[in-house]
């Protein structure tokens, strides 16, 4: 079973609108950690932000919102204003340290294209 | 400033035509590993190494190897390649699995 799924392959929007990227995980542990990364055009892989599974507060910064509800096992992500630098492919990642498996299992990604 | 390179950045090659993609970290971490990128299906992780001569396999480690000899590298090592190994790779490193990842520029990898 996907352990890290993105439902959404490719989303388009028009600049200034808002988009929420989706990401629900499977684990069985009660011991995790969740990430998000971006890939833009030029390929090189960035990070975004990471979440532990015992802190579900909401996270902000700037233009970016993460929202983690362990009862729906999502972490979906939302840019608010969208610009055309948003225009990457988006990943959710998960890792289990303690279930033996790989440390790290990445969603299969969304492309996001911000349109002018 | 904090990097990880990799070396090649392109690399064309034949069938059975033995290679090597080094990967180097200037960061003094502890956990390494190698991904490799493929349309749709996102990226996925090859090996990993937990520390020096500390390895482990990923979600797909068949037709690789890796060695973990000082801390700073982790080359990959195809004996083999053949051309389904033709991908997008990414060598990543952080000070422990469970931390932010820092990824290399990416070894795109053409085996004909």
């Known amino acids: 079973a996907q352990k890290v799924t993105q439902a959404q392959t490719e989303i388009s929007v028009v600049e200034k609108e808002d988009v929420t990227l989706d990401c629900v995980y499977e684990t069985r542990d009660t011991t995790y950690y969740l990430f998000w990364y971006k890939q833009p055009p030029s390929g090189e892989l960035v990070f975004l932000i990471r979440?532990?599974?015992?802190?579900?507060q909401n996270e902000i910064s700037g233009r970016y919102s993460w929202n983690f509800q362990k009862s729906t096992s999502s972490f979906n992500f939302t840019i608010t204003a969208s610009q055309v630098v948003d225009s990457a492919v988006y990943f959710c990642?998960?890792?289990?340290?303690?279930?033996?498996?790989?440390?790290?299992?990445f969603g299969k990604g969304t492309r996001l294209s911000v349109i002018a | 400033e904090a990097q990880v390179t990799q070396n090649p950045r392109y690399l064309i090659t034949v069938t059975g035509k033995k290679l090597t993609v080094t990967c180097s970290q200037n960061m003094n971490h502890e956990y390494m590993s190698w991904y490799r990128q493929d349309p749709g299906l996102g990226l996925r992780q090859i090996y990993y190494?937990?520390?020096?001569?500390?390895?482990d396999k990923g979600d797909v480690p068949e037709g690789y190897k890796v060695s973990r000899k000082e801390k700073r590298n982790f080359p990959l090592i195809l004996e083999s390649p053949s051309p389904n190994q033709t991908s997008l790779y990414f060598c990543?490193?952080?000070?422990?699995?469970?931390?932010?990842?820092?990824f290399g520029p990416g070894t795109r990898l053409t085996v004909t």
């Open positions: 990642a998960l890792s289990e340290p303690y279930s033996g498996n790989t440390p790290l299992v």
């Open positions: 990543a490193s952080s000070s422990s699995g469970v931390e932010k990842q820092y």
């Open positions: 190494s937990m520390n020096v001569e500390v390895t």
């Open positions: 979440r532990n599974s015992f802190d579900e």
